[in-house]
């Protein structure tokens, strides 16, 4: 996950950026870069590789100023190297970015065609020439910022330099964290107070929209809606557990949040949004000769790979067997020749998905791993990585691992459909196309966060909770009880919608609420049926669905949860968001430990 630091300071601020991004290390990265305005003029040091390498670069080319930006990078969008690390810069400004910005291929278009000259293949670098663009114009700084923000669809946070202002610059934030370090006669950006620790104690955590100008002497903030407001200022303390949850009461709900801009990080490995292809890590890997697909994982794991059968068996139509890994082993499975075993696991170390693995290797299959941390043991093992890029996820109740693992498996299951010849150029272009929306959606579905908190006590006062879904909305089902079960203790169950009838609807009574996933289309009208029959029975429904889902089907129901409407391959990450937000407010309404449930570990290395 890329790392930001920003110093308008009293001295030279090059060392000190540096030291901040060697805190952002644990984010992963592979290049990293510095710029400062000296005498009136931008100046960077850029590098591919590890932080090393930019020191080098910095102690045979020193980088004086008081004012500047650094970043580090996953090159994932581009290539790691020199030119596309950032800062990207003009005559004017340079500027860092985390995130993605969702439409810069229509603004590269249009900046190309007024004459703009890039030197990057980033998404980034169409933010540095609109905000040129403006201040070109005469515009100042702030008024540049302000006219360019709503320009860009996506999750982002930016810091900005500016040429013909040493001693000033512009952060702004959405769905991408950024703080304010507070000095003495010094003002700092960050992506995390853990960056600015060895700066500052002192720290405001920009909201969601939120954009600012800092200044030596303080730091003027601004709302979405571009109303001054002001933020607390807190002191970070010296623990990293204090830093790492910023202004979130809890790390699952920090991680909740995180969600739009890791999911973006990690698409931005898999899709080359100019040529709209979808890639892998390993070019050369060869899947047009993959016969069937093995997914095996645990827990929250295992539902994404629920998911991805459907997803495969739909594009590639190649048959998929999926397996939690605990049982996989002792059923003596047949494994074809030429097949692909699938590992998933947020850690790279659950010790039953291991196993599997080690099994399935022995049987002469070809290994994938959808893992977070890339030097485990499951990512060594493999024979095609497959990152999620989510960074350090803390909460032992799986949230943004979740979602990256749906990411990267839509990704995967786009590319084997290609190497098997079912998956012409245009569709591939449209599956990139409404992947790349998730990241904004999930920001949207962010936004109804206070409307879930409402209603939470419909749901924490229940002993039992059904959840229920059809397609690729039965693995949701299954993940939002497991979330439930994790860290409110309540006992819940989640069902395909048409299996009520065959048994379950006999659970059905006034004290049970049944929570319904029917976002509008092909199945809607199917889950509606099965949750009316329900309702017909007394049962309370709360039903989770787009505007026009809710019209057509929540008059009876005690309560909505309205989502922004997706395309049907992107769902599963969008309403991945109210069952993770609606078992986080029942938790805490419980008083239970959030982040550390009762007899829960977060890797589990143990059969």
Request: glycine share 8%.
């Amino acid at each position: 996950m890329c790392g930001i630091v920003g110093i308008v300071g009293k001295e030279d601020v090059a060392e000190r950026l540096f030291e901040g991004l060697k805190r952002l290390e644990y984010r992963g990265y592979d290049s990293a870069g510095i710029a400062t305005d000296v005498d009136g003029k931008i100046e960077r040091r850029r590098a591919s590789g590890k932080l090393v390498n930019l020191g080098k670069e910095l102690v045979a080319n020193p980088l004086p100023g008081t004012t500047g930006i650094a970043h580090t990078r996953w090159a994932t969008h581009g290539g790691p190297t020199t030119n596309n690390a950032h800062p990207h810069a003009t005559g004017e400004v340079a500027l860092v970015h985390n995130g993605i910005i969702e439409n810069f291929k229509t603004l590269r278009e249009e900046l190309t065609a007024r004459g703009r000259t890039f030197t990057s293949e980033t998404d980034t670098e169409v933010v540095a020439h609109l905000v040129s663009e403006k201040v070109e114009a005469g515009m100042a700084p702030a008024d540049a910022v302000r006219e360019v923000l709503p320009r860009l669809h996506g999750a982002f946070a930016l810091a900005i330099l500016f040429r013909q202002h040493p001693d000033l610059l512009v952060g702004a934030r959405l769905g991408s964290p950024l703080v304010v370090g507070y000095g003495e006669g010094e003002t700092y950006l960050g992506s995390d107070a853990l960056a600015l620790a060895p700066l500052t104690q002192r720290i405001a955590y920009l909201e969601e929209g939120d954009w600012v100008v800092i200044t030596k002497d303080g730091a003027e903030i601004f709302d979405k809606d571009n109303n001054p407001v002001e933020r607390p200022i807190t002191i970070s303390g010296v623990t990293g557990e204090l830093i790492s949850k910023g202004n979130h009461r809890h790390y699952m709900l920090k991680e909740i949040y995180e969600q739009p801009i890791v999911v973006a990080q990690t698409l931005r490995a898999y899709l080359q949004r100019m040529e709209e292809k979808i890639t892998l890590p390993i070019p050369d890997f060869d899947l047009s000769a993959i016969k069937r697909v093995t997914i095996v994982a645990c827990g929250t794991s295992f539902y994404a790979g629920m998911v991805a059968k459907y997803w495969f068996e739909q594009f590639a139509r190649v048959p998929v067997d999926i397996d939690v890994a605990s049982e996989f082993r002792y059923r003596a499975p047949v494994m074809e020749e030429g097949g692909l075993m699938i590992v998933i696991s947020q850690s790279g170390e659950t010790a039953d998905t291991l196993a599997a693995l080690r099994h399935a290797r022995s049987e002469g299959q070809k290994i994938a791993a959808v893992v977070n941390v890339p030097t485990s043991s499951m990512a060594r093992e493999a024979d095609l990585l497959l990152p999620t890029h989510a960074g350090p996820e803390i909460g032992v109740a799986s949230t943004k691992a979740f979602t990256c693992q749906l990411a990267v498996l839509a990704a995967l299951a786009a590319n084997l459909a290609r190497a098997k010849g079912k998956l012409d150029e245009a569709e591939e272009r449209r599956i990139v196309r409404h992947l790349a929306e998730a990241p904004a959606s999930l920001n949207a579905a962010l936004a109804y966060d206070e409307s879930i908190q409402a209603m939470v006590g419909v749901i924490a006062a229940a002993r039992d909770v059904l959840y229920l879904g059809r397609g690729t909305d039965y693995p949701l089902a299954l993940e939002g009880a497991l979330k439930l079960k994790e860290i409110s203790y309540i006992h819940a169950e989640g069902y395909a919608a048409g299996e009520m009838k065959h048994g379950p609807i006999a659970l059905i009574d006034d004290a049970v609420p049944v929570i319904v996933i029917a976002p509008s289309g092909p199945l809607f009208d199917k889950t509606v049926s099965n949750m009316q029959e329900v309702q017909a029975r007394g049962g309370k429904v709360v039903l989770i669905s787009d505007y026009d889902g809710i019209q057509a089907a929540g008059d009876g129901c005690i309560a909505t949860i309205t989502m922004p409407k997706v395309h049907p391959l992107i769902a599963p990450l969008v309403y991945a968001v109210p069952v993770q937000l609606l078992a986080y407010h029942v938790a805490v309404a419980k008083g239970t430990d959030v982040d550390q449930p009762r007899n829960l570990a977060k890797s589990v290395t143990v059969e």
